[in-house]
């Protein structure tokens, strides 16, 4: 890996990072240039202004679940397995009280560029069509029980862990997202 893309990585690595902590209005290219190290026109360089910045990352973040959940279809054929390994995704952010990207950029949306704001709309498009598949799989298999149309429960299943995600961080208690994460589990069994 070259140097401009170790750079161009780190400065995004460290831009999430505050993403996940205080959204992403509340850092500015000053406060990566101070965590890295580096001078401000050097992240100028590789994202000439914040909408770049937030594009890239959420285009980023996209690229990383697709993979995530091509990684967790090659693993396991069982429908319910593969929830919990999606649920598990989740989980990472609780682990250090922050909250995962999408959510965070979501708390922004009023303020961010209408790209963001539609890449991130991508983002939920595809976490709600893969939910759907493995609920829609899972009911046919016999792997999974639930009521009603797998689209209403894809969504329930994605705000409820966005929903356990918050109330995790704002409690500071890992165990309140477990407490979630494990009944939407349960409700589909």
Not at 150 to 158: P, V
Request: proline share 1%.
């Amino acid at each position: 890996m070259n140097s401009n893309k170790k750079t161009a990585e780190l400065i995004l690595d460290t831009a999430q990072a505050l993403v996940q902590e205080v959204g992403f209005n509340g850092f500015s290219y000053a406060h990566i240039a101070e965590k890295i190290g580096i001078r401000t026109a050097s992240i100028h360089y590789h994202f000439p202004n914040k909408e770049d910045l937030g594009e890239a990352l959420i285009t980023r973040y996209q690229r990383e679940f697709v993979a995530t959940i091509t990684q967790i279809d090659g693993e396991t054929q069982n429908n319910l397995e593969k929830l919990r390994k999606y649920v598990n995704i989740f989980s990472i952010p609780v682990d250090n009280y922050c909250t995962c990207l999408s959510v965070m950029l979501s708390s922004d949306l009023a303020t961010l560029s209408e790209k963001v704001g539609a890449k991130l709309a991508d983002f939920f498009t595809a976490n709600l069509a893969w939910v759907e598949r493995v609920l829609e799989e899972g009911r046919r298999e016999g792997q999974l029980r639930f009521e009603g149309a797998a689209s209403l429960q894809a969504h329930i299943i994605l705000a409820a862990l966005q929903g356990a995600q918050l109330l995790a961080r704002s409690f500071r208690d890992v165990n309140r997202f477990t407490f979630i994460a494990d009944g939407v589990i349960s409700a589909l069994t």
